[in-house]
């Protein structure tokens, strides 16, 4: 009978539809499951699925700490620049008048802090070479500032004899192990790092001064200003040899703040030409208040910078 043909057509159907599709979606279970075991086992990348899996396992962006243009504290790390030494007088140090910490330059403290007298700190100290930033970092780390400055390196290749300049490996580790520390204990500290200043072009723009070259005599800087007026080969390979300590420094400090999302090198501090207006009227060397000012003015750009 038509009706009894239809129900019964209509049951065999539908299982055998179903059973059919059972099968199929099994089969087709287990062949994914089996080419994604084939893979795992094979260490296969087909290049499809891997970004999405990186993207997935990797940090949001957001999640990254960002560059603070106001911090609201100040470290300031270094030598004789940063104490601001033959600033205000002769052979003396005048924090006062520090690019960094100073109270009389418009300094970066000053530009930067609201309370910058309470709550910026200055560690450097005169005749410092790179061997003693760990020591000034941890005096730093102790603060738990936001923001560590660092400008040294000069006294590293100003030596009595170029063989005595501090050799780029220890150099750079002494660098890179005072930032490690810095990141152990204070991860979200920012850090500003300014070049070593260029020390041929200082003598470049002194040879010529009368009163530079007597007071450079005294022994300032002999290994790039000693003799400051001989030209023959053996005056001028010495202070090639100086230029080039200065740029591997500066190269290994640029390098090491590069792999530091919150550090910021300045190059130009050691691409400034410091004018006879800008130097002290003692040495012909150190910066003078205008001088400390000139980087302040730099240093302020490099760290508000967008």
Same mark, same amino acid.
């Not at 094979?42 to 891997?50: H, I, K, M, P």
């Given at each position: 009978?038509?009706?009894?043909?239809?129900?019964?057509?209509?049951?065999?159907?539908?299982?055998s539809?179903?059973?059919?599709?059972?099968?199929?979606?099994?089969?087709?279970?287990?062949?994914?499951?089996?080419?994604?075991?084939?893979?795992?086992?094979?260490?296969?990348?087909?290049?499809?699925?891997?970004?999405s899996?990186? /993207?997935?396992?990797?940090?949001?962006?957001?999640r990254?700490?960002?560059?603070?243009?106001?911090?609201?504290?100040?470290?300031?790390?270094?030598?004789?620049?940063?104490?601001?030494?033959? $600033?205000?007088?002769?052979?003396?140090?005048?924090p006062?008048?520090?690019?960094?910490?100073g109270?009389?330059?418009?300094?970066?403290?000053?530009?930067?802090?609201?309370? *910058?007298?309470?709550?910026?700190?200055?560690?450097?100290?005169?005749? /410092?070479?790179? $061997?003693?930033?760990?020591?000034?970092?941890?005096?730093?780390?102790?603060?738990?500032?936001?923001?560590v400055?660092?400008?040294?390196? /000069?006294?590293d290749?100003?030596?009595?004899?170029?063989?005595?300049?501090?050799?780029?490996?220890?150099?750079?580790?002494?660098?890179?192990?005072?930032?490690?520390?810095?990141?152990?204990?204070? *991860?979200?500290?920012?850090?500003?790092?300014?070049?070593?200043?260029?020390?041929k !072009?200082?003598?470049?723009?002194?040879?010529t001064?009368g009163y530079?070259?007597?007071? +450079?005599?005294?022994?300032?800087?002999p290994?790039?200003?000693?003799?400051?007026?001989?030209?023959?080969?053996?005056?001028? /390979?010495?202070?090639?040899?100086?230029?080039?300590?200065v740029?591997?420094?500066?190269?290994?400090?640029?390098?090491?703040?590069?792999?530091?999302?919150?550090?910021r090198?300045d190059?130009?501090?050691?691409?400034?030409?410091?004018t006879g207006?800008?130097?002290?009227q003692?040495? +012909?060397?150190?910066?003078?208040?205008?001088?400390?000012?000139?980087?302040?003015?730099?240093?302020? !750009?490099?760290i508000?910078?967008?």
């Amino acid at each position: 009978m038509p009706s009894s043909t239809g129900r019964s057509t209509g049951r065999s159907t539908g299982r055998s539809t179903g059973r059919s599709t059972g099968r199929r979606s099994r089969m087709t279970r287990a062949a994914v499951a089996a080419l994604s075991a084939a893979l795992l086992v094979a260490g296969c990348d087909d290049g499809t699925n891997s970004g999405s899996a990186k /993207a997935a396992a990797k940090p949001s962006a957001a999640r990254e700490p960002a560059w603070n243009a106001r911090p609201a504290s100040i470290a300031s790390l270094g030598d004789s620049i940063t104490r601001g030494f033959d $600033a205000c007088g002769v052979l003396a140090d005048c924090p006062e008048a520090s690019w960094a910490t100073g109270t009389t330059v418009n300094s970066l403290a000053q530009r930067l802090l609201p309370y *910058p007298q309470t709550s910026s700190w200055n560690y450097a100290r005169t005749g /410092a070479r790179m $061997a003693d930033l760990p020591a000034q970092m941890r005096s730093a780390i102790a603060r738990k500032p936001q923001l560590v400055t660092v400008l040294l390196g /000069a006294n590293d290749a100003c030596r009595k004899n170029v063989a005595d300049m501090t050799p780029v490996e220890r150099f750079q580790e002494d660098f890179e192990s005072s930032l490690k520390e810095l990141r152990r204990s204070l *991860p979200k500290a920012q850090v500003y790092v300014a070049g070593v200043p260029d020390l041929k !072009r200082l003598w470049s723009q002194g040879r010529t001064n009368g009163y530079a070259k007597t007071v +450079w005599r005294l022994g300032i800087c002999p290994s790039m200003l000693g003799d400051s007026e001989a030209v023959d080969a053996a005056a001028v /390979a010495r202070r090639d040899q100086v230029a080039q300590r200065v740029a591997a420094y500066n190269k290994v400090l640029k390098s090491a703040c590069a792999r530091d999302k919150l550090c910021r090198y300045d190059s130009a501090v050691s691409g400034y030409a410091f004018t006879g207006q800008e130097l002290s009227q003692w040495d +012909w060397f150190h910066p003078n208040k205008r001088g400390q000012r000139t980087l302040a003015d730099m240093a302020y !750009r490099t760290i508000t910078a967008r």
